[in-house]
């Protein structure tokens, strides 16, 4: 191990939570400063302060939408998102024992995405959040139960038994739109399959939110539980850990939190994947410290990729999901070079 390893590792997760915290705060009031109106942190601050009846200023009608109804509520959502998918990687990870397992594992993402399409489809938007939500919530009971089918769940049939329903969860969508799909609806479908905030309200903000607090503080308190499988069943079983119920309701909290996510975002990949590494190399495994720090930095990473998707190209938004993807991939490809250069 480096010196710079060391000294990084010296850190408590307090200070890199602390960091953590503050460069969130501060990249949320920069990243909705950024697009074609002029607006600073001083108008975010005040607008903010102003709707909450904290005092602050009552800007221009047209700015005030800008930053109250169009770019806070868009950034809040990516935050929340991008939270939600990392810590749901945490748990995936720490469950199945497999470094390459993300929120996306059990087909929730396909079943999300099938859901999703089917009422884009039918032209009935306004559900869309609810049929993304029911068919992550579909493929993971599929899932688990094909899973047990043969017997008691375990890490590696959950992992087989989560292929083969994403699979077929993504070919039934891609008859769906190769056989519905007409005009202006391939664009709409395209663009959600590949990950998008750009439709994201207060309402997004409450659903992703709501799910962190009901879902994600749970699994923060269960950290110690989750170290105890680092070593595999027998010894978190020696842990005077019920294994098998711990599991359940650690994959249905991971799927009920990523259901959630993909129903106001669309499917974002990567965000759960490599976040979870990068932060181990700061705190180490202990999951008391690796599940808030995760979080935080999943929040603080898809807030800057979604700036980026609907500026760098402006006024053409580009998917937050090819972002993630062309960042995460080379990233995650570092990541296990390092390891392998360091085993």
């Not at 408590?12 to 600073?40: E, F, K």
């Not at 009920?256 to 181990?280: D, N």
């Not at 190399?281 to 720090?293: D, E, F, I, M, S």
Request: glycine residues 12%; aromatic residues 6%; contains cysteine.
């Amino acid at each position: 191990m480096s010196q710079t390893d060391i000294a990084v590792r010296r850190l408590s997760g307090t200070a890199w939570g602390t960091l953590l915290a503050a460069a969130l705060v501060l990249s949320i009031t920069a990243a909705v400063t950024i697009g074609p109106a002029s607006i600073s942190a001083f108008d975010v601050w005040g607008s903010a302060l102003k709707h909450l009846g904290l005092g602050g200023i009552r800007l221009p009608g047209l700015l005030d939408g800008i930053v109250w109804d169009l770019r806070l509520p868009r950034v809040l959502t990516a935050a929340c998102v991008g939270a939600g998918l990392a810590m749901s990687g945490v748990v995936m990870q720490a469950i199945t024992r497999n470094a390459l397992a993300d929120p996306y594992l059990l087909g929730l993402s396909s079943g999300a995405s099938l859901g999703a399409v089917a009422v884009l489809l039918l032209g009935v938007a306004i559900l869309l959040p609810v049929a993304a939500f029911a068919g992550a919530m579909a493929a993971l009971v599929v899932t688990l139960a094909l899973a047990t089918a043969s017997g008691s769940l375990t890490p590696t049939k959950t992992v087989l038994a989560g292929l083969a329903i994403s699979s077929l969860a993504s070919s039934v969508t891609s008859f769906v739109i190769f056989w519905s799909a007409q005009g202006d609806s391939y664009r709409e479908v395209l663009g959600w399959l590949m990950g998008s905030l750009g439709g994201a309200t207060w309402q997004s903000v409450v659903i992703s939110a709501g799910a962190l607090l009901v879902v994600g503080s749970p699994i923060v308190a269960a950290g110690r539980i989750l170290d105890g499988f680092a070593f595999g069943d027998a010894s978190a079983a020696s842990l005077g850990i019920n294994v098998p119920a711990v599991r359940w309701v650690m994959l249905a909290a991971a799927a009920l939190l990523t259901g959630a996510m993909v129903a106001v975002s669309g499917s974002i990949g990567f965000v759960g994947l490599i976040l979870p590494h990068m932060v181990r190399l700061l705190v180490g495994t202990g999951h008391r410290a690796l599940l808030p720090l995760s979080a935080l930095a999943g929040a603080l990473f898809l807030v800057w990729a979604d700036t980026l998707a609907r500026s760098v190209l402006g006024p053409v938004e580009v998917p937050v999901g090819i972002i993630t993807a062309l960042v995460g991939a080379p990233v995650f490809a570092l990541l296990l070079w390092r390891k392998g250069a360091a085993a």
